[in-house]
C-alpha cells in the first residue's frame, strides 16, 4: 500500500488520526493526508457524475481537468496527494478523453465524496505505447494489474459501496496512464419483501462443508434460531480478521447487497489479535476503528449494524475451574464502540464464558473439537483445537447469539426463535440403515423433540457400541468399517441441558466387495485381495479394467507416513479427464472412491454411471466419496477430472 506524504502548507493540513482512519477506510494509519472539504464544498452527494479529465490537453466537456500537477486541496475537493514523480503526455487527436493522460503509478488520488454507492468507470492507456495500471478504492483491490498493447485503450469499471467523507483511489501497475474517471451515484436502495441477517466473522462462524465434519461455525446454525419472516446469509470465513475481511473486498460485498432493514452482525477478534500473522494482524485500537467502518457503513444503507464481542476460546483457570476472558483487549474495544456508537451489542464474550463455567472443562470437550482418532475420516489422528467448535457447541453459541439479540428491542428481535427446552432428549429410536457398503453404513432416523445434535455408536454385534461421530442433521455415514461385518448401531441425542439415553438398538451389515482397486506407481505396497491399477493400466477385454483417455498421466507414492496402503498413493491428470473402466453385469452398485494427496491439495471431480458429477476437495491427506452408480451396457465407467484429477482407490459392492 502507498504511503501519503506531506503536502505543502498552501494545498493541505494534517488531520487528526479520526480523519485517517475514516478517509482512508483505516489506511496508512499515521500518514498526513489532506482534510475533505465542507459538508457544502463543491463535490458532495447533489446526484451528479463527478468527472475528471486526467492530462494537460483539452478538457472533454462537463469534466474537470486533473494535470499531473493538480495536488489535493479542500477548496478543489480533489487532486492527488503527493504530485513528486507524475508525469504527463498529450498525444492529440480528436478525443480530448483519450488523447492526453497523467502517469500515476504509485499516486494516490483523494476526492472528497459524500458516502454512498457508486459506480467508477476510468480509461487509461497511451496511444503511441502501452500500459499497465492496478488501481485499489480504500483498500480494496478493485481492478488487478490489467495490460493494455500499444495504442489500446482501457475501459474499466467498477462498483463501492463508499463509507467515509473522502476517497482514496491508490493507483498501481508499471504503466498506469490514467485518462478519466467518471463517478456516478447508484440508484437508493428499497426495502426487501423480508429482513437479511448479514453474519460477519472468522472461523468461529463460518458454515463448513460436510468434509469438515465435526467442524461447525455458530452462523452456520444461527438460522435454527430464527423465524422464516427473516433470510440469514453467513458471509463468515476462517483467518479473517476486521481489516482483512475489509481488505478483501468482503465488507463492501456486502454493503453493496443490504437493503434498509437489513441487519449485519459483526464478530471479529480472534484474527486481529495473531500479532504473528502481519496479514491478518490489527492492534487493539485499529479494531475499534474498523468496527466504526461496519457500523457506519451498514447504517448509510438503511441497515443495523450489532456488535458481537470475540466467543470465548477452552482457556481455563485450572485452580478455579472458571474460564478466562479470551482477548480481553478486544473485547473492551468492541464494547466501547458500541458504547460510543450507540450500536446494539451481543457480549457473546461473556454469555459464552458463563455457559461453559456451568458445564465446566471436561464437559466443554464436546464444544470445542476434540475428537479421538478414527472417529472422523478427515482427521484420522484425531484433533484437539479449543478455539473451533463442533457442531454441538456451534448450535450452543448460536442459541446464546439469538437469546442475546431476543433481548435487545430490535425489529429484528421479534424474528428469533430460541427453541427453550427443559431437559435432555428423549432416547432416539427408528434407525433405519438406507445403505450400504464394503466399508460404510447410511444411517437415518426421525428428528427428535429438544434436540440439537445426535450422537452415533456402534460396533459389531457382540461388543459394546462406542461413539462414532455426532451430527446435527438427522442422518450419517459410518465409515472405516470391517466388510461384510454386522453391526450394532444405537443414536442418543444431546442439547443445552447434555446428552439423553441411547436409543434401542438396530442391527445392520456391510456389503461383500466384489473388486477393489488401488491406484499408484506399478511398485507401491499393495495389500491383499486388491489389484494394482497405475497410470499405464490401460483398459483391454483381457483384464476387464483399466484406464481409458489418460495419456500423460501421473502417479506417486507419498510413503508409509501418508496413510494406508490406498491413501498413500494415487494416480493424477491434471486439467484433463480421463476414465476408468470395469466390465461389470448390468445392476446398481456402489462405489467408494478414495481421493487425496498427503502432500498437497486434490480438486477431483467424480462422474459415476447413471449418476451426477461429484466434486471433491481435499487440502492435504485422503477423502472416501460413497456414490450410487448404474450399469448399463456391460461397463462401469467412471469419469475422472477437475482440477488435479487424483483416484487413489476404487471398491465396488453391489447395491
Known amino acids: 500500500m502507498t504511503s501519503l506524504t506531506p503536502f505543502s502548507s498552501s494545498s493541505s493540513s494534517r488531520p487528526d488520526r479520526r480523519s485517517v482512519l475514516i478517509g482512508m477506510g483505516v489506511a496508512s494509519l499515521g500518514a498526513m493526508v489532506a482534510s475533505p472539504a465542507a459538508a457544502d464544498g463543491p463535490i458532495r452527494g447533489d446526484g451528479t457524475a463527478l468527472r475528471l479529465d486526467f492530462g494537460p490537453g483539452p478538457v472533454a466537456p462537463g469534466f474537470q481537468q486533473v494535470t499531473a ?29 483519450r488523447g492526453d493522460f497523467v502517469t500515476a503509478h504509485g499516486a494516490t488520488l483523494l ?17 503511441t505505447g502501452t500500459a499497465d495500471i492496478a488501481v485499489t478504492a480504500a483498500q480494496i483491490a478493485k481492478i488487478a494489474p490489467t495490460a493494455a498493447a500499444e495504442g489500446e485503450i482501457l475501459e474499466l469499471s467498477f462498483e463501492l459501496a463508499h463509507v467515509s467523507e473522502q476517497l482514496a483511489l491508490e493507483i498501481g501497475g508499471t504503466g498506469a496512464h490514467l485518462s478519466s474517471l467518471v463517478i456516478t451515484p447508484l440508484a437508493p436502495r428499497e426495502r426487501g419483501d423480508r429482513p437479511t441477517a448479514f453474519l460477519l466473522g472468522d472461523s468461529t462462524m463460518q458454515t463448513y462443508d460436510p468434509y469438515w465434519m465435526p467442524q461447525a461455525g455458530w452462523g452456520q446454525f444461527f438460522d435454527r434460531f430464527t423465524t422464516a419472516g427473516l433470510a440469514v446469509d453467513n458471509r463468515s470465513i476462517g483467518g479473517r480478521s476486521s481489516r482483512s475481511f475489509l481488505e478483501q473486498g468482503r465488507l463492501d460485498e456486502v454493503l453493496r447487497l443490504m437493503r434498509p432493514g437489513d441487519v449485519v452482525l459483526v464478530q471479529f477478534g480472534h484474527n486481529d489479535a495473531s500479532w504473528n500473522r502481519p496479514e491478518r494482524y490489527t492492534p487493539p485500537a485499529d479494531y475499534r476503528e474498523y468496527l466504526r467502518l461496519y457500523i457506519e457503513g451498514t447504517r448509510q444503507r438503511g441497515g443495523e449494524a450489532i456488535v458481537v464481542t470475540p466467543v470465548s476460546r477452552r482457556d481455563h483457570d485450572p485452580e478455579t475451574g472458571l474460564f478466562r476472558v479470551s482477548f480481553p483487549e478486544y473485547v473492551e474495544a468492541a464494547i466501547s464502540i458500541a458504547q ?17 463455567d456451568g458445564i465446566g472443562p ?29 457442531e454441538y457447541g456451534a448450535i450452543q453459541m448460536a442459541r446464546l447469539v439469538a437469546r442475546d439479540v431476543a433481548a435487545l428491542d430490535l425489529p429484528i428481535s421479534g424474528r428469533m426463535a430460541l427453541h427453550a427446552s427443559a431437559d435432555v432428549p428423549a432416547p432416539v429410536g427408528g434407525v433405519e440403515a438406507s445403505g450400504a457398503s464394503a466399508s460404510s453404513l447410511e444411517l437415518s432416523w426421525p428428528a427428535a423433540a429438544d434436540a440439537d445434535v445426535y450422537r452415533v455408536h456402534l460396533a459389531p454385534v457382540g461388543e459394546e457400541p462406542v461413539f462414532v461421530g455426532a451430527t446435527a442433521g438427522t442422518s450419517f455415514q459410518a465409515r472405516g468399517l470391517a466388510e461384510a461385518t454386522e453391526y450394532e448401531i444405537r443414536v442418543s441425542a444431546a442439547n443445552e441441558h447434555g446428552e439423553g439415553e441411547l436409543g434401542p438398538a438396530l442391527r445392520a451389515a456391510t456389503a461383500q466387495a466384489i473388486a477393489r482397486f488401488d491406484l499408484g506407481p506399478a511398485d507401491s505396497p499393495l495389500a491383499e485381495g486388491w489389484t494394482r491399477v497405475s497410470e499405464t493400466t490401460r483398459y483391454g477385454a483381457a483384464p476387464g479394467h483399466g484406464l481409458r483417455g489418460a495419456e500423460g498421466a501421473i502417479s506417486r507414492d507419498r510413503g508409509e507416513d501418508a496413510g494406508d496402503f490406498v491413501a498413500r498413493d494415487f494416480v493424477a491428470r491434471f486439467d484433463a479427464p480421463y476414465e476408468f473402466v470395469v466390465d ?36 492435504s491427506g485422503s477423502r472416501e466419496v460413497v456414490l450410487p452408480a ?10 475422472i477430472g477437475g482440477r488435479t484429477g487424483h483416484l487413489n482407490g476404487l471398491t465396488i459392492t453391489p447395491a
Open 362 to 390: 471436561d464437559a466443554a470437550t464436546e464444544v470445542f473439537l476434540h475428537a479421538a482418532p478414527g472417529i472422523y475420516p478427515n482427521r484420522p489422528k484425531g484433533v484437539t483445537d479449543n478455539t473451533h467448535f463442533q
Open 584 to 619: 461389470l453385469a448390468d445392476g446398481a452398485y456402489t462405489l467408494v472412491a478414495t481421493v487425496g494427496d498427503a502432500l498437497g491439495s486434490a480438486r477431483t471431480e467424480l462422474t459415476p454411471p447413471g449418476g451426477e458429477a461429484v466434486t471433491v476437495a481435499v487440502d
Open 340 to 356: 460510543e456508537m450507540r450500536a446494539p451489542l451481543v457480549d457473546l464474550s461473556a454469555s459464552s464464558r458463563a455457559f461453559l
Open 69 to 97: 500537477r493538480t495536488a489535493y486541496s479542500a477548496e478543489r475537493g480533489f487532486g492527488f496527494a503527493d504530485v513528486a514523480g507524475l508525469a504527463e503526455a498529450d498525444r492529440g487527436g480528436a478525443d480530448p478523453l
Open 630 to 639: 448404474q450399469v448399463v451396457g456391460g461397463q462401469l465407467v467412471l469419469g
Open 111 to 127: 476526492m472528497d465524496l459524500a458516502p454512498g454507492d457508486y459506480r467508477l468507470d476510468l480509461t487509461a492507456g497511451d496511444p
